[in-house]
Each structure stands twice: as C-alpha cells, then as structure tokens.
C-alpha cells in the first residue's frame, strides 16, 4: 500500500529530466558555437575577396605600365610581384568556401595551383626586380641556364593550375561559370609569355584582372551564405 501511494509522487527519472531540461540548453549552446564559428568565416572570404581586388588592380597597373599608358618607375615593378601575393590569400578563400565541393580532385587542384602562384611570384620578382636592373645580353645568359628552366616550368605549372583549379570551382557549382572561363582565358598568355606577342600578354592581364574582380565581388555577396 506504501508503495501504492509513493508511485503518484516519483520524481521524473534522470534519464527523462536530462531530455526534457537538458536538450534546449544544449540545443541553445551549438546554435551559440555555430553563430561564433559563422562571424571568422565571414570575415574570412571578404577578406579573401579584397585581396582578390587588390590583386586584379595590381594586374591592371601591370598591364598599363607593359603597354607605356603609365610610366616605368621603382613603385609600380615592387607593386607587380604582390598580384600574385593578393591571389594567394584570394584562392585559399575561394577554396574554404566552395573550392571543397569537389571533393578529393578540389583540394589537390587547389594545391597545385597554390604551388604555381607562390612559384610565379618568385618569376616576378626576377623578372621586376632583378632583370629589370641587368644588360641584356646578361638576362639572355641567364635564361640559358637553369634559371630558364624554373621561369619556364613554374609558367607550365601556373597554367595546369589555374586550370585545374577552375575546373575545380565549376565541379563544386555555386560559382558563376563566366568568370571562371575569363579566370582561364587571361592565363594563358602569361603563362605563355615568353611564346606570345606583348598586345597578347596585355590582354592577358586585363581579362584575368576582370575575372578576378567579377569573382572577388560574387565571394563578398555571398560570404553569409557561403558553406564550403
């Protein structure tokens, strides 16, 4: 009879109070976690969006100065090697956000295409800061030897790259196809630049700087939404 009269006022069990009391709490703390990890991520790919634009005006600055609408000086060859600084921040935030939707094929993509930039500042350092200085019968003994051999093999490996990593991004869906295609186009006369005349190269800068800049704006608008 005791126990009778007890079974009305048991406590709730244990198990049955943690998920009634405990579950909103913890539901609460994940949204809170969530919303934290969500702000970095945010400021992360519209910081990589304004390395993007930094690095398309240095390539037009580039395209302007090789084609004389502004004039050679110390400024603009030390500017020139930091487009490809710019892109390096730019393409690690385009990766994160969308870039690993392909999977296996977007993080070796986006690998080989990191490796090509950082190389291809290395050739632009040379070519700006150091040729730039030298005769040239001395640049021309220069690129006979081993030197030629890395200026010419990072320039291959810039396009593979842009390429591969392009493809990456149209796999992944999400990112517009146009300004990949551009992305695409606008490197192959520089990668190619020792084998295509200057108006080429010109044009090269130009396209590629429109298509980072078309691509660096798209990653702002979309950096609250963007999920990798």
């Not at 030298?134 to 990072?154: E, F, H, K, Q």
């Amino acid at each position: 009879m005791l126990a009778i009269n007890a079974e009305p006022g048991r406590p709730q069990s244990f198990t049955s109070f943690l998920t009634s009391a405990g579950e909103p709490q913890h539901e609460e703390k994940f949204r809170t976690v969530e919303s934290s990890a969500a702000v970095p991520s945010v400021l992360l790919y519209r910081l990589a969006s304004i390395a993007g634009v930094g690095s398309a005006l240095i390539l037009l600055v580039n395209a302007a100065k090789r084609s004389s609408l502004i004039p050679t000086s110390d400024l603009t060859q030390i500017l020139a090697p930091l487009a490809e600084i710019f892109a390096l921040g730019f393409i690690v935030g385009l990766f994160l956000a969308f870039g690993r939707r392909a999977g296996l094929f977007g993080t070796i993509a986006f690998v080989i295409n990191f490796i090509a930039l950082a190389s291809l500042e290395g050739v632009e350092v040379v070519i700006n800061l150091v040729f730039s200085e030298l005769p040239l019968t001395t640049i021309t003994d220069l690129r006979a030897g081993p030197l030629g051999l890395v200026l010419v093999a990072s320039s291959l490996l810039f396009l593979l790259g842009t390429l591969a990593f392009a493809i990456s991004l149209a796999i992944g869906k999400g990112v517009p196809r146009i300004p990949l295609a551009l992305y695409f186009i606008g490197a192959v006369p520089i990668a190619l630049r020792a084998f295509v005349p200057e108006l080429a190269l010109d044009l090269g800068l130009v396209i590629l700087a429109a298509a980072i800049a078309w691509l660096a704006g798209w990653l702002w608008l979309r950096a609250s939404t963007a999920n990798g």
